[in-house]
């Protein structure tokens, strides 16, 4: 076993490869004599030219890189669960491609982990060399999360994290097909250490961090870790019916008292309407539960990996390696 693996998930990240290595080498490899160490980085589907950066790369490197192939774009997430599934150290660091998190904290994080004894080093945003939609759209995410589901999360959040061996264990074994790392890793409850730093300005290339994956991701952690969309729709239709009850009352004092009735069809309208809207709003509510409960109980692969570019050459999982 190594000291330590340091996990890259890549996706279209030609052009930041190089740079990143190099400073991951010079920066924390370099300075950690001591440790033994790997750098896996993992091609999540990548239709540019990432793939031959990291055969490069792992020329250059051949004693610590490591390159997986997944067959096609799975996510990040599910990225990050196959470069853990084959980490050998002692702990994991996961760290981005793009050249936007300080490679140097490593060593705070190995110090903390190695020195100090904590199962869990996060790396929080304190802020962030981006544009003022980025920084908006995280502050506003992550302040939805702490105020929801996780009063101790950072409040600029984190994705740059090691977590030791044993917390490794226990998140692969607890993982969400719809992950929420974040979470996941307060939930498991181990001691953590929070580190703070600024995040960088991307080197090159854009973010593929779209608005569509941001929402999807805010939907996961809170369908995964808070039950307050199923309260929101019990707290809705108490208040529906209550309404109810309140104009059903209103109509009978009124036909007692003067003898006027309800007439017309445009209040009839307004009231289908309405709770028409409110129905089909909790339907969607209840699939999005049921969805994530099939996804889970169907047990399929996380992820499918092409081919690995190992140490000992090229090989593929399974089958007889090729060199």
């Not at 759209?137 to 009063?151: D, H, N, V």
Request: glycine residues 8%; contains cysteine; neutral net charge.
């Amino acid at each position: 076993m190594l000291d330590y693996s340091i996990v890259i998930p890549v996706f279209y990240n030609e052009g930041s490869l190089f740079p990143t290595m190099n400073s991951i080498y010079s920066e924390v490899i370099q300075q950690q004599g001591e440790y033994s160490c790997e750098v896996i980085f993992v091609d999540d589907g990548s239709g540019d030219g990432s793939l031959e950066e990291l055969l490069n790369i792992r020329k250059q490197y051949p004693d610590i890189v490591k390159i997986i192939k997944l067959i096609r774009n799975f996510g990040q997430g599910n990225a990050l669960l196959a470069g853990f599934s084959y980490a050998k150290g002692k702990c994991v660091v996961a760290i981005s491609a793009d050249g936007q998190d300080p490679p140097a904290l490593i060593n705070d994080m190995l110090q903390a982990h190695f020195k100090e004894n904590y199962d869990v080093v996060a790396c929080t945003r304190e802020g962030r060399d981006e544009s003022f939609y980025r920084v908006l759209t995280s502050k506003i995410f992550y302040s939805l999360i702490k105020r929801i589901a996780f009063p101790n999360m950072p409040t600029g959040g984190f994705d740059y994290f090691l977590l030791s061996r044993r917390a490794l264990n226990v998140f692969l074994r607890n993982i969400d097909k719809h992950p929420f790392f974040q979470g996941e890793i307060l939930w498991m409850g181990f001691r953590t250490k929070y580190i703070g730093y600024t995040r960088r300005k991307r080197m090159v290339g854009k973010s593929r961090w779209t608005f569509a994956k941001k929402l999807t991701y805010l939907l996961d952690s809170l369908m995964s870790y808070s039950f307050l969309p199923m309260r929101l729709m019990s707290l809705i239709g108490s208040l529906a019916a209550t309404c109810g009850f309140i104009y059903a009352f209103i109509i009978l004092i009124s036909s007692l008292v003067w003898g006027s009735t309800a007439i017309g069809w445009a209040p009839i309208m307004v009231v289908i309407l309405v709770l028409g809207g409110f129905q089909m709003l909790m339907l969607g509510i209840i699939g999005e539960y049921l969805w994530r409960t099939l996804n889970q109980v169907r047990n399929r692969d996380f992820y499918i990996i092409d081919v690995i570019y190992d140490h000992d050459g090229e090989f593929i999982p399974g089958q007889e390696q090729v060199l």
